[in-house]
């Protein structure tokens, strides 16, 4: 187990640590918080799972999200945030956003250099951080089994669904503003109407 773990751990049995739920709950809670501000801000989302198994949980997330939603299920390429102008082009990078806002990895100690270029990009990281993990490494740690496909889906269904929410909730305010300007310009042009009355 890492040190710097320990706050997490509920104890050690027949050699394995056991994770405190009660540790886990408050930083999933938060971590939701944070995907569902920053979907409702109009921000982008990547989801990072390299392992085969999670390839499909971080797609499902992705698609959650709409548009807002990316994922990376193969391996990550380095230079991505680091190197865009060689990677995409001057074009790219100039008329289109390539820097997410959050990054999620469900297998931060296979993804450490999609961790440092976040870092060195200042983007926010969520990480699923096991017991062989510095829980450091991201800012958002959430404190589970990163082997458990299981709890992969449910940390990966639990931030999509936060994020799916705040994205509703952003359309929904967009929507209402629109009927609103509407509504205001037909009263403006009744009054102009009425105003021209003989």
């Known amino acids: 187990m890492n ?7 509920y104890g050690v049995r027949a050699g394995v640590t056991v994770i405190d739920l009660d540790q886990t709950l408050p930083l999933l809670r938060r971590a939701a918080k944070l995907v569902r501000a920053i979907a409702y801000a109009g921000g982008q989302v990547v989801f990072i799972g390299t392992r085969p198994d999670l390839r499909p949980v971080v797609q499902k997330a992705a698609q959650r999200l709409g548009g807002q939603g990316f994922y990376v299920g193969e391996r990550w390429l380095p230079g991505t945030l680091t190197n865009k102008m060689q990677l995409y082009g001057a074009d790219v990078v100039k008329d289109q956003k390539v820097t997410p806002d959050l990054v999620v990895l469900l297998n931060p100690l296979a993804n450490m250099n999609a961790i440092r270029e976040c870092a060195i990009e200042h983007v926010p990281t969520i990480g699923v951080i ?10 958002y ?15 990966a269904g639990v931030l999509s669904i936060a994020g ?4 509703g909730l952003r359309r929904a305010e967009a929507e209402r503003e629109q009927e609103h300007t509407r509504d205001r310009r037909s009263r403006q042009s009744k009054q102009q109407y009425n105003t021209f009355d003989y």
């Open 141 to 155: 740690p959430i404190p589970a089994n990163d082997e458990s496909t299981r709890a992969a889906e449910l940390i």
């Open 130 to 139: 096991d017991s062989n993990a510095d829980p450091r490494i991201v800012m």
């Open 164 to 167: 799916r929410e705040g994205a």
């Open 3 to 9: 040190p710097n773990f320990m706050p997490y751990a």
